[in-house]
């Protein structure tokens, strides 16, 4: 099989590439090792209703995220903050107060962020998206070895994968070690992180006039956020595992049953009884972190596109990536500067 561009990665950014390539009326493949496309972007599906396993947020301002929302018939609402916070003591003692809410102002989008993912997918030709098809190999000629043995050959190949990953796949000729100290040293966002998220019949803490924001120096959780969908069907808490990756690694499956304890401890008995509820580690996901992700940084990473990666077998190997974006690195609305640019890269030639 021949392509002019093979798209390596099925996340945002690689389902917003093949979408502008499409559009473009550019000859595109794109192939996901994950059995399913949307990469870090993933729900808890309850009876329809998505609750977001990975990025919940956009803000105000980014206005890719605003234009495909818009393009795509998709809304974004506010973030829910009306109402008190709590904050847990180690003790297990709760304080209440009417203290800044951390996540004010910040948006979401309706029916999850998956339904952006959904959207983009929906969009496209599906004879040329290939998901659990991881890939082994690249070669300088633009030929991907596929791992059943396939070889998708193209004008050009574009990783829309995390870098760390990118440096794990077998290239020849090798690349530069520059290249490959270079993807090696940009942390994978949010890698190292677990979220839960516990759904319930209504969001029952609003009555009580709580916003659902809470922080906790107890855990599991230690920052926890109102996660209802924008008409309230259901109610929806979610919050960050404060344990590191080898604790929870240890812990297993009785971190959750703890989050879902400290959750009523926080809101009351109601929230002792939802009605689902999931645990995603992602320092534990194959094809998102690698091992030297289980340490998060210590704060949001400078990313940009290393120099060393820049060029590589004379323009013919590219990347795509919110880690490597031209501005707001790491976010979603990173993943769509990353592939407006490889787009506007690619369609100049």
């Given amino acids: ?22 559009q473009a009326g550019h000859d595109y493949q794109l192939v996901d090792a994950r059995p399913r496309l949307g990469g870090r972007i993933k729900s808890l599906d309850v009876h329809g209703a998505k609750f977001d396993l990975g990025p919940s947020w956009v803000w105000p ?18 973030q829910w903050s009306a109402g008190d916070q709590l904050f847990e003591h180690p003790s297990g003692e709760i304080v209440r107060n009417s203290g800044f809410m951390s996540m004010a102002g910040s948006l979401r989008i309706a029916g999850g962020t998956t339904a952006l993912t959904d959207a983009l997918a929906a969009q496209l030709d599906p004879t040329k998206i290939q998901t659990d098809t991881p890939v082994t190999a690249i070669d300088d000629s633009s030929a991907a070895q596929l791992a059943d043995g396939q070889t998708i050959s193209a004008n050009r190949i574009v990783l ?43 969001p029952f803490w609003r009555s009580a006039n709580l916003s659902g924001d ?28 404060g344990l590191p990756a080898d604790v929870r690694a240890q812990a297993g499956d009785a971190l959750l049953p703890a989050a879902i304890d400290q959750l009523a401890n926080l ?83």
């Fill in 1 to 22: 099989m021949h392509t002019q561009t093979l798209i390596i990665g099925g996340g945002l950014s690689g389902l917003s590439l093949a979408y502008r390539l499409q």
């Fill in 61 to 78: 301002g980014q206005h890719r995220v605003a234009q495909l929302v818009s393009a795509l018939g998709l809304r974004l609402f506010d």
């Fill in 160 to 202: 829309c994968l995390p870098p760390r990953l990118a440096a794990d796949l077998h290239y020849a000729p090798a690349l530069p070690q520059a290249a490959l100290a270079a993807l090696r040293a940009i942390p994978t966002w949010m890698a190292a992180h677990a979220k839960c998220v516990a759904v319930y019949p209504t």
């Fill in 214 to 241: 809470a922080s906790s120096r107890r855990g599991p959780l230690v920052e926890i956020h109102d996660a209802s969908p924008d008409d309230a069907a259901y109610g929806a808490l979610f919050g960050f595992v």
């Fill in 267 to 349: 809101f009351g008995p109601q929230a002792k009884a939802p009605v689902a509820a999931k645990l995603e580690d992602w320092s534990q996901t194959p094809f998102t972190a690698t091992p030297a992700d289980a340490s998060p940084p210590p704060g949001h990473p400078p990313y940009d596109m290393p120099k060393a990666v820049q060029n590589l077998w004379d323009g013919k190997l590219l990347f795509a990536v919110t880690e490597m974006a031209p501005d707001n690195g790491g976010l979603v609305e990173g993943a769509l500067a990353a592939s407006e640019k490889a787009a506007a890269q690619i369609l100049s030639v």
